[in-house]
């Protein structure tokens, strides 16, 4: 098992995304203890001009990582109660990030943050950090592709198929 390197995010969400899938997301919590969970399930958003990305509303204080080189984490509220875990992708001031939705034993980014204790404190982490990182055990599952959920008001931003779940 190796740990992805982060030169590995700083390549375009849409090569990422794919690609992440089968990697394990692993966890160190504060008592030292470490899990592994095998990425089952993202999400691409890409640029300004994807109407469903959260840069298409500009540069704000939220935004900000996502104007990073790849390899930092974007974390968000919504709702007020649910942490997402994003990873930064792509180039300096092309905003981009892809939203981890799903791993085996936590499907939904909800459920999936909460699992494993993330929040606010990890925004703009790098990764791999010394309690976050992405290790590639060779798999290379298949996948498919389906139109993002939850952004019907993205127009035609709401049907590109960059959603990917393994299969």
């Known amino acids: 098992m190796n740990v992805v390197p982060t030169d590995f995010f700083k390549r375009d969400?849409?090569?990422?995304?794919p690609e992440l899938l089968g990697k394990y997301l692993v966890r160190k919590y504060e008592n030292g203890e470490i899990e592994r969970f095998r990425?089952?399930?993202?999400?691409a958003y890409r640029g300004r001009e994807d109407?469903?990305?959260h840069a298409s509303k500009g540069r704000t204080k939220r935004t900000?990582?996502?104007y990073n080189t790849g390899g930092k984490l974007y974390m968000y509220l919504i709702y007020g109660m649910y942490w997402m875990l994003n990873i930064v992708t792509g180039k300096k001031n092309e905003p981009q990030a892809i939203l981890i939705r799903g791993v085996e034993?936590?499907?939904?980014?909800g459920r999936l943050t909460k699992r494993l204790v993330l929040d606010k404190s990890f925004y703009g982490e790098a990764?791999?950090?010394s309690r976050i990182w992405i290790e590639d055990h060779?798999?290379?599952?298949?996948?498919?592709?389906?139109?993002?959920?939850g952004i019907d008001y993205a127009?035609?931003?709401k049907d590109k198929p960059w959603r990917y779940i393994v299969t």
Request: proline residues 10%; aromatic residues 6%.
């Open 64 to 66: 900000e990582v996502m």
């Open 155 to 157: 127009k035609k931003w």
């Open 51 to 53: 109407l469903a990305c």
């Open 39 to 43: 990425i089952v399930e993202v999400e």
């Open 127 to 129: 990764i791999p950090s």
């Open 13 to 17: 969400a849409l090569t990422v995304a």
């Open 138 to 149: 060779g798999e290379h599952p298949a996948y498919t592709t389906t139109p993002r959920i």
């Open 105 to 109: 034993g936590a499907i939904g980014p």
